[in-house]
Nanobody
């Protein structure tokens, strides 16, 4: 069955960096757009996405210039490099997969989701 497993979360100080990874199995990874979303209090929000072809990438406005999404199809893994972290970046971060997707900011196209990894940024 399809599994998406996030890792790399943790506690970091303001201004620090983290790199999240999402390892996929049970699917043909290269056919899937991969998205990152996060959820603090309330609604889950879009963070970044990369299309199935790559290298098209998309970011929420507040992440542009700080976060970078990338993929390694040989390893069936998508990454989210997060720099200049702020306390408001504290959330559970999820990766998701969308077959033949272009990298949507909406949740609906994503059929598969990981369990999430906690990122906490201390002030």
């Amino acid at each position: 069955q399809v599994q998406l497993v996030e890792s790399g979360g943790g506690l970091v100080q303001t201004g620090g960096s983290l790199r999240l990874s999402c390892a996929a199995s049970g699917l043909t990874f290269s056919r899937y757009a991969m998205g990152w979303f996060r959820q603090a209090l309330g609604k889950r929000e879009f963070v970044a996405a990369i299309g199935w072809r790559g290298p098209n990438t998309y970011y929420a406005d507040s992440m542009k210039g700080r976060f970078t999404v990338s993929r390694d199809n040989a390893k069936s893994t998508v990454y989210l490099q997060m720099n200049s972290l702020k306390p408001e970046d504290t959330a559970v971060y999820y990766c998701a997969a969308d077959l033949w997707g272009s990298g949507s900011a909406e949740e609906r196209p994503y059929a598969y989701w990981g369990q999430g990894t906690q990122v906490t940024v201390s002030s």
